[in-house]
T-cell receptor, first 115, second 107 residues
Framework: DAGVIQSPRHEVTEMGQEVTLRCKPISGHDYLFWYRQTMMRGLELLIYFNNNVPIDDSGMPEDRFSAKMPNASFSTLKIQPSEPRDSAVYFC?????????????FGPGTRLTVL | RKEVEQDPGPFNVPEGATVAFNCTYSNSASQSFFWYRQDCRKEPKLLMSVYSSGNEDGRFTAQLNRASQYISLLIRDSKLSDSATYLCVVDFQKLVFGTGTRLLVSP
């Protein structure tokens, strides 16, 4: 099994640009999570999907952030326009059940730097 | 008050030492508890679940104190490879991660 796949692994962009992060969950997992990690705030849940439907997006910081899951094997997290404070590592994770931490698998993350 | 609080460290210990981390949580209705390990520039990975009765996995022992709302992780006979950040995770409707405790094991 390839595990959770994220792309790009690194992204450097300028303030105001649109950024799109991509995630492919583990096949057969029906929950997908997007997290953001910073030194100050640690790992924060942004949004999660169940069977491609967004369930809880209360962690999405503001309207500049949006996430979609058009099918069971693909999700995107978009930031438009990006700001320097969005610089962080963004992780995608998937589980075969309802968010159980003992079955949650993280992708390698996307390290985003907004200049 | 943060939902999950950890001492950021770093904890610097020599090989073979015993080291313990604590983590406090604010929501008394939290149902499940876990320790994750995160290596530098890597993704978090589950280390172990924490059960009410306490549980052990080799050199690692986790304990839960619901009355005082804290969980602990004890590592015996530390190895160089134990150097990492240890994240405390509490599950109440969603997973809430602590900011982590950094451990450095030196020769």
């Amino acid at each position: 099994d390839a595990g959770v796949i994220q792309s790009p692994r690194h992204e450097v962009t300028e303030m105001g640009q649109e950024v799109t992060l991509r995630c492919k969950p583990i096949s057969g997992h029906d929950y997908l999570f997007w997290y953001r990690q910073t030194m100050m705030r640690g790992l924060e849940l942004l949004i999660y999907f169940n069977n491609n439907v967004p369930i809880d997006d209360s962690g999405m910081p503001e309207d500049r952030f949006s996430a979609k899951m058009p099918n069971a094997s693909f999700s995107t997290l978009k930031i438009q326009p990006s700001e320097p404070r969005d610089s962080a590592v963004y992780f995608c994770a998937s589980t075969p059940r309802g968010g159980d931490a003992d079955t949650q698998y993280f992708g390698p993350g996307t390290r985003l730097t907004v200049l | 008050r943060k939902e999950v609080e950890q001492d950021p460290g770093p904890f610097n210990v020599p090989e073979g030492a015993t080291v313990a981390f604590n983590c406090t949580y604010s929501n008394s209705a939290s149902q499940s508890f876990f320790w994750y390990r995160q290596d530098c520039r890597k993704e978090p990975k589950l280390l172990m679940s924490v059960y009410s009765s306490g549980n052990e996995d080799g050199r690692f022992t986790a304990q839960l104190n619901r009355a005082s709302q804290y969980i602990s992780l004890l590592i015996r006979d530390s190895k160089l490879s134990d150097s990492a950040t240890y994240l405390c995770v509490v599950d109440f409707q969603k997973l809430v991660f602590g900011t982590g405790t950094r451990l450095l094991v030196s020769p």
